[in-house]
């Protein structure tokens, strides 16, 4: 059984911790206007799995899981964790290493590549590598 587009969505904001809605768009949505993307973000914010958080200044926004949308993933998509937990520490630093992970390899690494974030790194068992 594959994942449904908006538990992808939730498995992707475990994994960078927070992604901008143009992230999201060009990840999940990517031939789909942007208004489709915040659609769907928008359902899961109205479902409590998602929430809207800002910088410090006010001027960058992302979205990030929600206990509830932890756990509805967590169980089927995730697996047991070494580590609990799934929300950023550390704000500003998360946010520019998920620009700077997803960049050109936004829609997928080269084959001979892979791509790991933090969180997977922290939380999952390195035997999954």
């Known amino acids: 059984m594959e994942p449904t587009k908006h538990e992808e969505i939730l ?11 143009a992230a999201i768009h060009q990840m999940h ?6 208004m489709l993307a915040y659609r769907n973000v928008r359902k899961l ?18 979205y990030c899981l929600t206990k509830k949308g932890f756990l509805q993933v967590q169980p089927t998509w995730i697996g ?3 580590e609990e937990g799934f929300e950023s520490e550390h704000f500003e630093y ?8 997803l960049g050109d390899w936004m ?13 997977e790194l922290r939380r999952g068992f390195v035997e999954h590598y």
């Open 45 to 62: 914010q109205k479902l409590g799995l998602v929430r809207v958080k800002a910088d410090s200044f006010g001027k960058r926004f992302v």
């Open 11 to 21: 498995l992707d904001l475990f994994r960078w911790k927070m992604l901008p809605m």
């Open 94 to 101: 998360d946010l520019l290493t998920t620009a700077v992970h």
């Open 107 to 119: 829609h997928g690494a080269p084959r001979e590549s892979e791509l790991f974030s933090e969180q």
């Open 29 to 34: 949505f990517p031939r789909s206007s942007a």
């Open 80 to 82: 047991p964790l070494r």
